[in-house]
């Protein structure tokens, strides 16, 4: 009886293995044959694909096609520059206005009722207000323009003699101030949201250095200085502060020019931003590949209120009423100013850039085409 034991024992043992045996070989198999589906990168692949598409609302509308394309978003009118001249369109695609001429380095800025079209480093500088074009032509080059929710300007530009100027339009296109810089480069300027305020971003030798001036005087009212950083960008937020942007770190200020934090950012390169009266946020990889990306937003005193991972450098983002969208390669998403997550759509690869519209859908642009889109 021990013997015959052993022996079903060892047919079981025997039977086990081969069926174990089977079971590697078939687990091989498939592993093989869906070796591109079970990959980490696959599976990555299938959850974008699962996204749902966005929901077409119109029909694509067609503009001119031009190299360093640039867009922005006048109420539900599209702005494009480029090298080849302006077009303004309206909500339905079609062409409001269309001047051709050339532009080096293309530019748009807009607020809800008038949008510019300049070239940086160039003469060309072309308003939008009130359903025609004012010509402002300038006789030295310009460095930077910027527009108020108000309407207010802020053209900078070179100035013979100087360090830069800054001119300052009102609502109406009239002049109402004007500034010249003895002591710094003018990089960049702002009006206030109040239209109270003008801030002049300059270059010295001992960095960056914010000079603020009331409308209302010709004295200067304040200053605030980043040391040993060349700052590029100087944007107001709607309550009154203000902030500047450089390679390395942004700095936030009152409106009284008070350093109120600022946020370094490391070894991370600076790859986006956006920044806007009602969006302050910074896109930060941590390779020149574009691999390991984080997007930051802060809000008006400085502190950082959101954060989110990203799987790539977005192709754009654009902001609107507090919402941030990111336009990635294959995908777009819709966020709240800290960076929740609202809503998120697979769209078809090809689009170089988004622009949100005020009542909530999405204009998908490419160089020559672009159609209105809603999140599903």
Known sequence: MVREEHTGQKNSRGILAVILTILVVVLAVIVFLYRDT?????????NSEDLADMVSKN????????????????????????????????KDGSTVSREVFSMTNPAVCSCDTTCAFYDVGGYSLRIYKDGKFKDMERENAIISVSVNSSGYYAVAGYEAGYKGSVKVYNSQLEPIYEWYSGSGYIVDAAVSPDSSMLAVLCVESTGSVIRLFKMDSEEEYSSASVPNELAFKLSFNEGG???????????????????????????????????????????????????????LSFGPSGKEIGLA??????????????????????????????????????????????????????????????EEYEFR
């Open 38 to 46: 079970l990959s980490p990168s696959s599976l990555s692949k299938k």
């Open 309 to 370: 991972q990203l799987t790539a450098e977005p192709l754009a983002l654009a902001s609107q009423k507090g919402k941030l969208l990111v336009l990635g390669s294959s995908d777009i998403a819709l966020y709240s100013h800290d960076l929740r997550l609202q809503k998120q759509n697979h769209v078809v690869p090809g689009f170089v850039s988004a622009v949100l519209m005020p009542k909530g859908s999405v204009l998908l642009l490419s160089s020559h085409y672009g």
């Open 241 to 295: 502060s203000f902030c500047t942007l450089s390679e390395n770190s942004i700095h936030f200020f009152s409106s009284g020019g008070k350093e109120l934090l600022n946020y370094d950012f490391g070894d991370d390169y600076l790859a986006d931003y956006v920044l806007s009266e009602d969006c302050w946020s910074v896109v930060l990889s941590k390779y020149v590949s574009g691999s390991d990306v984080t997007l």
């Open 59 to 90: 029909k694509p509308f067609t503009y001119e096609t031009g190299s360093r394309q640039m867009f922005a978003l006048m109420g539900d009118d599209l702005a494009i520059a480029s090298s080849t001249g302006l077009q303004l369109l309206d």
